[in-house]
């Protein structure tokens, strides 16, 4: 009975292995096999290099209207803030001179 089963296990392992094997030697047959691409259509090397170039295209694309935008905003509020400060100078010097006027008198 022990040697039934020893032998049945042995069996099974062959089986498994060799249908493995099977497998791979199928699949690297497949791989190995010349693909002939069509005339119009690129290779996969240049398909993948189409995609890099055009993912690094949008990429530089969208950091530069972020940086417009940002550059803009930023433009936009040293103005608001200019605009701000001035003004408060001018109030300053209207408050100062009417202060002055009043000392005087």
Same mark, same amino acid.
């Given at each position: 009975?022990?040697?039934?089963?020893?032998?049945?296990?042995?069996?099974?392992?062959?089986?498994?292995?060799?249908?493995?094997?099977?497998?791979?030697?199928?699949?690297?047959?497949?791989?190995?096999?010349?693909?002939?691409?069509?005339?119009?259509?690129?290779?996969? +090397? =240049?398909? %993948? /290099?189409? *995609?890099?170039? #055009?993912?690094? @295209?949008?990429?530089?694309? !969208?950091?530069? $209207? &972020? +940086? =417009?935008? %940002? /550059?803009? *905003?930023?433009? #936009?509020?040293? @103005?608001?803030?200019?605009? !701000?400060?001035? $003004? &408060? +100078? =001018?109030? %300053? /010097?209207?408050?100062?001179?009417?202060?002055?006027?009043?000392?005087?008198?």
């Amino acid at each position: 009975m022990a040697k039934d089963r020893v032998a049945e296990s042995v069996i099974c392992c062959r089986f498994i292995t060799t249908s493995a094997l099977r497998v791979l030697v199928v699949a690297l047959a497949l791989a190995a096999s010349p693909a002939y691409p069509s005339e119009d259509k690129p290779n996969r +090397v =240049e398909r %993948t /290099a189409n *995609r890099a170039a #055009k993912g690094t @295209e949008n990429t530089v694309k !969208r950091s530069g $209207k &972020f +940086v =417009e935008k %940002t /550059a803009k *905003r930023s433009g #936009k509020f040293v @103005e608001k803030t200019a605009t !701000r400060a001035g $003004k &408060f +100078v =001018e109030r %300053t /010097a209207t408050k100062t001179e009417r202060a002055v006027k009043r000392a005087i008198e």
